[in-house]
């Protein structure tokens, strides 16, 4: 079956500018996380969302960031006036129930000029 | 500020030896733990989930839990070339959904 895919797979962009990454999650999973990760790291989480739950917002970096998901599928994250430190690989996966089994999608991977 | 360590590397192990990768973590409530697969430019696989303090085997990977001393290992068999990358370590609290994961180990498998 379909995995996770993302849009788009490279974006540059000018310092200041906004950008908008999408994450379409596997079929039927309620599960969807957002997590960047720059050069050589490792995984940062930023945000989750379960089902009709609250999304936990806690790994936002700043209110620059944020993200939403609607009709509990396709998710997208936003960043206003974006800096060159938002440099990165910005990963999104999607589990099913309390397995918290995540299986990514390929990633965008993002370079602010 | 809960953690997962885990040993940079890299790792250099012979093709046909046993890789063994570990990883500590920090909240002792933690209940589910993953180990990821990652090669260079891409993005990261599950390999193996555990549950239950023991071990946990499928085919070459064997996943270690014990909960008391909050350590989780990964031992690979018979190391191929194939299985050169950064392996990484995942660790979820207490019935939540965040997940925290360990910077990760480079592993070489040596031809």
């Known amino acids: 079956g379909a995995g996770v895919s993302q849009s788009p797979s490279n974006k540059v962009t000018e310092k200041g500018k906004d950008v908008e990454l999408r994450c379409d999650p596997i079929?039927?999973?309620?599960?969807l996380y957002w997590y960047r990760q720059s050069l050589g790291q490792g995984l940062e989480f930023l945000i989750y969302?379960?089902?009709?739950?609250?999304?936990?917002k806690s790994g936002l970096p700043s209110d620059r960031f944020s993200a939403e998901r609607t009709g509990g599928s396709v998710s997208t994250l936003t960043i206003q006036r974006t800096q060159q430190e938002d440099s990165a690989v910005y990963l999104c996966?999607?589990?099913?129930?309390?397995?918290?089994?995540?299986?990514f999608g390929p990633g965008t991977r993002l370079t602010v000029t | 500020q809960k953690e997962v360590e885990q040993n940079s590397g890299p790792l250099s192990v012979p093709e046909g030896a046993i890789a063994s990768l570990n990883c500590t973590y920090s909240?002792?409530?933690?209940?589910?733990f993953f180990w990821y697969r990652q090669y260079s430019g891409k993005s990261p696989e599950l390999i193996m989930s555990?549950?239950?303090?023991g071990d946990k085997e499928d085919g070459r990977f064997t996943a270690q839990l014990n909960k008391a001393s909050q350590y989780v290992s990964l031992l690979i068999r018979d190391s191929q070339p194939s299985d050169s990358a950064t392996y990484l370590c995942?660790?979820?609290?207490?019935?939540?959904?965040?997940?925290?994961f360990g910077a990760g180990t480079r592993l070489f498998v040596k031809a």
């Open positions: 996966a999607s589990s099913f129930g309390r397995s918290y089994e995540q299986y």
């Open positions: 079929s039927g999973h309620t599960a």
């Open positions: 969302f379960q089902g009709n739950s609250a999304p936990d």
């Open positions: 909240d002792r409530g933690s209940q589910s």
């Open positions: 555990i549950y239950s303090n």
């Open positions: 995942a660790v979820n609290g207490d019935g939540g959904f965040k997940t925290i």
